[in-house]
């Protein structure tokens, strides 16, 4: 489980350290993707392995699942760690989600968010006024 945050910043040539607590579980191998809200998902390989069945089971006649998909998967690329736990953040995902030297790394549970620092700041301040009504929502659906 991923859980945290971390501030970090981005070197010039597009690496950036993962917290050693979340390397830990990505030994595994990991995958970086477009995320949504406009930051980026590392996901480990298994848990993105399973993520990629569900979607496989997605109706192929509905726009929205190839659309789903297709964003997912189109920027999707495998990482490899360096000895010092440090990965590389391809050029078009660093423009997708708007990251420039200083990222917040977070943990999502299941995966871990890499955001740009001032994007972070205003997705977390709208979050923050809506969290009561969010989890009323949430309670009606059983959770």
């Not at 040539?13 to 995320?35: D, H, M, N, T, Y």
């Amino acid at each position: 489980m991923f859980t945290g945050q971390y501030e970090h910043h981005l070197e010039a040539k597009g690496r950036l350290s993962i917290p050693k607590k979340f390397r830990s579980q990505l030994e595994s191998g990991a995958v970086i993707c477009q995320g949504l809200d406009g930051c980026l998902f590392l996901y480990p390989k298994p848990v993105w392995e399973q993520l990629i069945h569900k979607l496989s089971q997605l109706p192929l006649t509905r726009s929205d699942a190839r659309d789903f998909i297709r964003n997912l998967s189109y920027g999707a690329s495998e990482v490899d760690f360096d000895r010092l736990g440090r990965i590389l953040l391809p050029e078009y995902l660093r423009r997708f989600a708007g990251i420039g030297s200083d990222c917040v790394i977070t943990g999502a549970v299941d995966r871990v968010e890499i955001w740009d620092k001032q994007r972070f700041g205003k997705y977390s301040a709208r979050i923050a006024t809506q969290a009561e009504a969010i989890a009323e929502k949430l309670s009606n659906l059983g959770v």
